[in-house]
């Protein structure tokens, strides 16, 4: 007979259960970085797992390095391109690990000079992908290798893209969903591949629990490693261009029952994936509809953006998603005299901003004043003069919300971190590429990483 007692506590146990909202599931999103260009082998991976989703019946996202696009049609590879249909298409950079890469041609003082070289490139890196698979949109970009160009973050924003995948910065942990360099950042998150480098280790179970541990990241994969045993990027450009153009070195061939065996393990836990209530496959095109309209910044909402910022300064989640920036133009559009702010394109800044070292009272007039001067057409100042004072961006921000929501004549500014804080994005706080990945000795990173940091203005979350 159970007792009365531990009857009780089981009764209030089931009514907890049933009371206690079930959770989300996590959102899983599936891709393939195509790359490998130097050989024909790598076309075969693309076209197996391609073939493979779309049996089970899942939408991937196939991310296409430029020239490997132009490969797959020099080389008559039509059933490639026809098995990539059914998926979802994005660029993985124009030439990969070609030095110089697209990071090393990122690290200029010049950011005009940047700019110019990486739209080149990237626009000439998304007619090649457009051109092979006939998509009309591409639906995102992925950095090649562990490296990001705040660059090319711009550049791929001005050309349309809207999603950025597989940030080195952007834990798959993170319980944002974040806008950055205004791209939306969907995290890559754990690798097929950990199958070929376990062995018999691998452990499916450990596996799905390390995914469920997400709230929503990519699975991928490189689909040259079906049949690779070694990257082709590490045997020809590891530093530097080692060999002659078309004259690569070859990556030894994986046996055919092993990368059978690795795509029928893929398919295993695709389907496991797919029946565990844990799980929701989802697509990029999925997420983008879920989205939520942008909310303009009105004269109403000062007094709430000041409140938020006076609490935490850093991006604002109510009543409206807003970067820093986007609060900064909203700012000087309403001492110009505008009453309602469309967030769009944003910026941070180029020089670390310098702030006030003693509190200072500025005057409204003289905000009104600098407000009409400032130049916010692209990045934002590192300082600005105000009266007699030359005081940072935050300085100003606070100070212009301060009048504005209280109708003061004069503002107190005192010192301040001009920045903020980087929020569920610590790994940017410490973030150096020289030295890193496949970069040749020649990239000193005397900007990139610095000015990556320089950016968190633009940081809001969805």
């Not at 260009?37 to 196939?62: C, I, K, R």
């Amino acid at each position: 007979m159970m007792l009365p007692r531990l009857r009780s506590i089981l009764a209030s146990a089931a009514m907890f259960a049933l009371a206690a909202p079930a959770a989300e599931p996590v959102e899983v999103l599936f891709s393939f970085d195509a790359e490998d260009f130097t050989s024909p082998a790598s076309a075969d991976g693309v076209l197996e797992l391609a073939s493979l989703f779309a049996q089970e019946g899942v939408v991937g996202h196939f991310a296409l390095v430029g020239y490997m696009a132009r490969s797959l049609v020099e080389r008559g590879r039509t059933d490639v391109l026809a098995a990539l249909r059914p998926h979802l298409v994005m660029t993985h950079s124009l030439s990969h690990s070609v030095h110089p890469n697209l990071m090393e041609v990122s690290d200029l003082e010049d950011y005009s000079l940047a700019h110019d070289a990486v739209l080149a490139r990237e626009a000439e890196a998304l007619g090649m992908v457009r051109a092979a698979t006939g998509v009309e949109r591409v639906w995102g970009a992925v950095p090649p290798g562990n490296s990001d160009s705040y660059v090319a973050y711009y550049a791929y924003a001005e050309m349309g893209l809207r999603f950025f995948c597989g940030a080195s910065f952007a834990s798959h942990l993170c319980s944002d969903d974040f806008w950055f360099c205004n791209l939306r950042h969907v995290p890559y998150g754990l690798s097929w591949e950990e199958i070929l480098d376990r062995g018999a280790k691998f452990d499916d179970d450990a596996f799905l629990d390390r995914l469920a541990k997400t709230r929503r990241s990519f699975v991928y994969c490189h689909p040259n490693k079906v049949h690779a045993k070694a990257f082709w990027d590490e045997l020809n450009y590891k530093g530097g261009n080692l060999r002659k153009w078309g004259r690569w070195e070859m990556s030894p061939r994986r046996p055919d029952d092993e990368a059978s065996a690795y795509l029928e393990r893929i398919r295993g836990l695709l389907r496991r994936i797919k029946g565990d209530p844990r799980f929701r496959i989802t697509t990029l095109a999925e997420v983008e509809a879920r989205q939520k309209p942008r909310r303009d910044i009105s004269l109403d909402d000062v007094a709430s953006v000041k409140a938020s910022l006076e609490r935490s300064f850093g991006p604002v989640r109510e009543p409206g998603s807003w970067s820093l920036a986007d609060c900064f133009l909203a700012a000087v559009h309403f001492l110009r005299g505008g009453k309602s702010f469309a967030p769009g394109m944003a910026y941070g800044f180029l020089t670390r901003p310098r702030g006030v070292a003693e509190p200072v009272k500025v005057r409204r007039e003289d905000l009104v004043a600098a407000a009409r001067e400032v130049d916010v057409s692209r990045f934002l100042p590192a300082s600005i003069r105000v009266g007699s004072a030359e005081i940072g961006p935050a300085d100003f921000l606070m100070a212009a919300l301060e009048v504005l929501a209280t109708g003061a004549d004069e503002a107190t500014v005192t010192p301040r971190d001009q920045l903020g804080g980087f929020g569920p994005l610590e790994r940017l706080s410490k973030l150096r590429f020289a030295g890193t990945w496949l970069h040749s000795p020649q990239f000193e990173d005397k900007f990139l990483s610095d000015r990556m940091r320089l950016q968190i203005w633009t940081l809001r979350y969805e």
